[in-house]
């Protein structure tokens, strides 16, 4: 029987990321694809409506509450020699929880393009 052991970071309470769920797709100019990059800017309104922009465009999105909570994990391994027989070092996995998510940011609506006030020739 395998055991794997899910523990808390020490440092206190795990941060609470919140999750985007984006109808669609958004797909990068460039073939590198999009780990590690800016896609948009995220801002709410004075009423707390969140506004996502991305390029020349803006969607409006609601917050709402996940049923079940997710857990960000981050795997560790750690060797120990203490137990293991004739088979050499043994490679023990622990998982500590980074943040927790509980809850999401909700974008149905196609994204509007924004227009900005452009001076007639004169």
Not at 26 to 36: S, T
Not at 44 to 70: D, M, N, Q, S, W
Not at 97 to 102: E, F, N, R, S
Request: glycine share 8%.
């Amino acid at each position: 029987m395998v055991q794997v052991v899910v523990s808390r970071d020490t440092q206190g309470q795990p941060a609470e990321w919140l999750l985007m769920e984006l109808q669609g797709e958004i797909v990068a100019r460039k073939e590198d694809g999009l780990a590690g990059k800016v896609m948009g800017d995220l801002h709410y309104t004075k009423e707390g409506v969140p506004l996502l922009i991305i390029g020349h465009h803006i969607l409006y999105g609601k917050v709402a509450r996940l049923e079940k909570p997710f857990a960000v994990l981050v795997k560790s391994n750690s060797s120990s020699t203490e137990g293991a027989m004739d088979t050499g070092d043994m490679t023990e996995t622990q998982y500590n929880v980074t943040a927790l998510i509980k809850r999401k940011i909700i974008f149905k609506t196609r994204p509007k393009p924004i227009i900005t006030n452009v001076p007639k020739k004169v």
